[in-house]
């Protein structure tokens, strides 16, 4: 999305981004930042890589562990403070924990709901309350399509996202009256480092293409991990005008995997 219309739809638009540092959170910081948009991004990590953080006039970093209500609510006020209104929220930040329901132990289901779905609502609460009184805005939560699917070993993983993908819509029942609009975009597989380091597990990027009858997985029908521009992509349409008439979607960015 970085066409002349694009570049004058976000041009001085001001968005919050959560999980801004690393991985798709890191993609569509920088693809809002090609579009000419100013970002703030909240991540527990402060250290962007350099080539995002040379966009030092139109960055704001700020460490700011999602989870926390307290520090994201102070972060969008000084974000407001700052820049003025809000005109776009993304909620990315996310944690992947591994293991069967029944050896899933109580503080790391905690911890995965905490950022997976805690973390959206802390957020979007935020940033709606802030875009209500001017009636306009858009969301969005970069959710999972684990969320839709059943998958073995992930029940902490794929409920927090399942989560976080119905907060989502139902903030944007609630905001729709308000001309705010709320999408997900739900990924498959995407080469991130949350990804990679899930295949130094005993996955495989062949394995994840081809699928398991043995796990219930199906593979990838276009024969690709996804990369994570591709998903900031349908972020940034989602944000965009050209979703004018569009809340409450999910939209699936994962080559099929899930077969819908």
Known sequence: MTDHASALEFADKVAVVSGG???????????????????????????????????????????????????VEEAVTAVEDAWGPIDFG???????????????????????????????????????????????????????????????????YAASKAAATMLTKCLGLELAPHGIRC??????STRTPMQEAFWTRGA????????SLDTFRSGIPLGK?????????????????RASHITMADLYVDGGATLR
């Open 21 to 71: 540092a690393s991985g798709i959170g890191l993609a569509v910081v920088e693809a809002l930042l090609s579009a000419g948009a100013r970002v703030a991004v909240l991540d527990v990590n402060d250290q962007p890589p350099a080539r995002v953080r040379a966009h030092a006039q139109r960055l704001d970093v700020r460490q700011v562990d999602i989870a926390r209500p307290a520090e």
């Open 90 to 156: 993304v909620s990315v930040a996310g944690i992947l924990a591994t293991g069967l329901v029944t050896d899933t132990d109580d503080d790391t289901w905690r911890r995965v709901f905490e950022v997976n779905a805690s973390g959206p609502f802390h957020l979007l609460r935020a940033v709606a309350r802030k875009m209500l009184p001017r009636r306009r805005g858009a969301l969005v939560t970069v959710s999972s399509n684990a969320a839709g699917m059943p998958r073995l070993g992930m029940g902490a």
């Open 183 to 188: 999408n997900v975009v739900s990924p498959g």
């Open 204 to 211: 495989s990027p062949d394995a994840v293409l081809r699928g």
């Open 225 to 241: 991990i996804a990369e994570p521009r591709e998903v900031a992509e349908a972020v940034l349409f989602l944000l965009s005008e």
